[in-house]
């Protein structure tokens, strides 16, 4: 697992931590019962807090994507496919919304949006 802080981010280390672990368990790149970097350890690897790196940890436990065993560590939660379809789902829905805005600030319609993402969804299938 590689995890890459950029200090230039507007997101605080913590979320961008998250983000990351959050983004491998989606992909399937950490399997459910895959044992994570204890705290102590990512902190250090990272150079960075404990108390960030806990921060991560907490957030996506309360998420539901890893459980942690007292004395044991952090390991990535059981998923339910439904459950990650959702999160996906939820993902492109907020990206979507994102071009819809874009799109009326300079007056593209729904149309044209729609012929942007089936001319995109093609050159994606030719690459």
Avoid: C
Avoid at 32 to 42: A, E, N, T
């Amino acid at each position: 697992m590689h995890i890459i802080i950029k200090n230039s981010s507007d997101k605080p280390i913590y979320e961008q931590i998250k983000e990351q672990l959050k983004r491998e368990i989606i992909e399937g790149n950490l399997k459910p019962g895959d044992k994570l970097p204890s705290i102590r350890f990512l902190a250090k690897e990272l150079r960075i807090s404990v108390i960030t790196t806990k921060r991560a940890y907490d957030d996506l436990e309360k998420e539901g994507f890893i459980n942690s065993v007292q004395g044991k560590g952090s390991f990535v939660a059981g998923r339910n496919q439904d459950f990650i379809r959702e999160e996906i789902l939820r993902k492109i829905e907020g990206h979507l919304l994102e071009s819809i805005n874009l799109a009326k600030i300079i007056n593209i319609s729904l149309d044209e949006l729609i012929d942007i993402l089936k001319l995109m969804e093609e050159e994606n299938e030719h690459n």
